[in-house]
């Protein structure tokens, strides 16, 4: 059922506790405290606390505003004090949920997030997951041990889950405008969560259960992984057939009906794609379910890095030259435009394979000053590069409002956005 008006006839909220901030979290405070909540932000990290406390956060420019203001308001406040949680009418949990280097769910943070709270949980609160995770979390992490420590959930506390929807560096899809999906354990616990959930954005969908809510956030960005892998399939095959991949995007999003434009691109990253299908496919191998077409999908995902570096070596070639000792420089290591975030950024995995083949590997990245590779090597940003000292530049992420134009001085240029604008690099530039 669709809800777009608050329940009535609940208990007064005036003050709310996350847990985590990170690229969830801290948005997620800044909302609640613009909606006139006293907000308590709780994260295990003093310097992470302290970097915000400082006014450095990756955020879009209205939440960095919201930031700026927060800090010099009452009623926001930032702690590594999780004993602060029994002070809040409510918890939030956003916290990461990450993979391990075998692609299975590394469920420590949360667990240790759930259990903190299960700590300090009082009676009347609402506890919201907004977490990413497998169906059933939210009975098995919170409801199940609320109940063996004598809470009555639904009367005298109150649960749901509400997956995050919150896109870092994306100014058209705020949170405040994206709806969220809601569900609570009990149909009160769904009516004191909306109202928690409600001061971030006014659309609320609310399903029947936490494990529905659980669900859709699964079925979201899987949708997504599908569509990336069909999308970097279908530039592969236009390559083949000497054709331009985006212009047969443009031409086929035309159509108002029945199709949905997804774009080609070096690979995946962030906290969402690279890891949430991997929960749906490690709790279907537990309960011996199958998902092939996803298995698939996250199975192109993962090569395409390998892929591109093909590619790259394929325009040595054409050059005359090895990838042994070639020296490569790769343009934006963050997973998207416009955001610092490294997390499982697919630039990494590039230069980690065009390294071990034998390629002299450097980058840019006006945003990332320094990156860690898988071996552990410490690799610095180029500083005001020069196009001419590269024998290739692979372009992986342009971060808009600088300069690129040094590009058009390196030799060849590989463009695996498939969408840089390449005129002034004109007879050089080579499509991945």
Same mark, same amino acid.
């Given at each position: 059922m669709t809800v777009t008006e608050s329940p009535a006839?609940?208990?007064?909220?005036?003050?709310?506790?996350?847990?985590?901030?990170?690229y969830v979290g801290l948005p997620t405070a800044l909302g609640l405290h613009a909606? *006139?909540?006293? $907000?308590?932000?709780?994260?295990?990290?003093? /310097?992470?606390?302290?970097? +915000?406390?400082? @006014?450095?956060?990756?955020?879009?420019?209205?939440?960095?505003?919201?930031l700026d203001k927060s800090l010099q308001e009452a009623g926001f406040e930032l702690t590594t004090d999780v004993s602060r949680l029994a002070e809040a009418d409510a918890v939030l949990v956003c916290v990461p949920t990450p993979v391990d280097r075998y692609q299975l769910p590394d469920l420590r943070p949360l667990q240790g997030?759930?259990?903190?709270?299960?700590?300090?949980?009082?009676?009347?609160?609402?506890?919201?997951?907004?977490?990413?995770?497998?169906?059933?979390?939210?009975?098995?992490?919170?409801?199940?041990?609320?109940?063996?420590? *004598?809470?009555? $959930?639904?009367?005298?506390?109150?649960?749901? /889950?509400?997956?995050?929807? +919150?896109?870092? @560096?994306?100014?058209?899809?705020?949170?405040?405008?994206?709806?969220?999906?809601?569900?609570?354990?009990?149909?009160?616990?769904?009516?004191?969560?909306?109202?928690?959930?409600?001061v971030l954005t006014p659309a609320v969908h609310r399903v029947d259960s936490p494990e529905a809510a659980e669900m859709t956030k699964l079925y979201e960005n899987s949708f997504r992984a599908v569509n990336i892998a069909l999308a970097n399939e279908?530039?592969?095959?236009?390559?083949?057939?000497?054709?331009?991949?985006?212009?047969?995007?443009?031409?086929?999003?035309?159509?108002?009906?029945?199709?949905?434009?997804?774009?080609?691109g070096p690979g995946v990253g962030g906290h969402c794609i690279p890891c949430d299908p991997h929960y749906l496919l490690w709790q279907l191998r537990e309960t011996r379910g199958a998902a092939p077409l996803v298995s698939q999908a996250m199975h192109s995902i993962a090569e395409r890095p390998k892929q591109v570096v093909d590619r790259v070596i394929d325009a040595l070639s054409g050059a005359g030259k090895g990838l042994g000792g070639a020296r490569v420089i790769v343009a934006g290591v963050s997973y998207k435009p416009g955001v610092r975030d490294v997390r499982s950024s697919s630039a990494l995995d590039i230069m980690d394979h065009l390294a071990h083949r034998g390629a002299k590997v450097d980058y840019y990245d006006p945003l990332v000053m320094r990156v860690t590779l898988a071996d552990g090597t410490v690799a610095d940003s180029a500083i005001d590069p020069d196009g001419a000292d590269w024998d290739l530049v692979l372009i992986h992420t342009v971060?808009?409002?600088?300069?690129?134009?040094?590009?058009?001085?390196?030799?060849?240029?590989?463009?695996?956005?498939?969408?840089?604008?390449?005129?002034?690099?004109?007879?050089?530039?080579?499509?991945?």
């Open positions: 006839g609940r208990a007064a909220l005036s003050s709310v506790a996350v847990i985590g901030m990170g909606g *006139g909540l006293n $907000v308590i932000g709780i994260d295990h990290d003093p /310097s992470r606390l302290a970097a +915000i406390e400082s @006014g450095d956060a990756d955020l879009i420019d209205a939440d960095q505003r919201r997030a759930c259990e903190t709270l299960l700590t300090h949980a009082t009676r009347g609160q609402v506890l919201i997951l907004t977490s990413t995770s497998y169906v059933g979390t939210t009975t098995r992490m919170l409801v199940d041990p609320l109940q063996d420590k *004598g809470f009555t $959930v639904g009367e005298d506390i109150f649960v749901a /889950s509400s997956p995050e929807r +919150i896109d870092p @560096g994306n100014v058209t899809h705020t949170q405040q405008d994206t709806p969220r999906v809601l569900g609570g354990v009990t149909p009160a616990c769904g009516e004191r969560a909306q109202r928690v959930i409600e279908f530039a592969d095959i236009c390559a083949g057939l000497a054709l331009d991949p985006i212009e047969v995007i443009d031409a086929a999003a035309t159509k108002p009906y029945g199709f949905m434009a997804f774009h080609p971060h808009p409002g600088h300069d690129y134009g040094w590009i058009s001085d390196c030799p060849i240029v590989v463009d695996a956005t498939y969408r840089f604008d390449s005129t002034a690099a004109a007879g050089h530039t080579q499509p991945v």
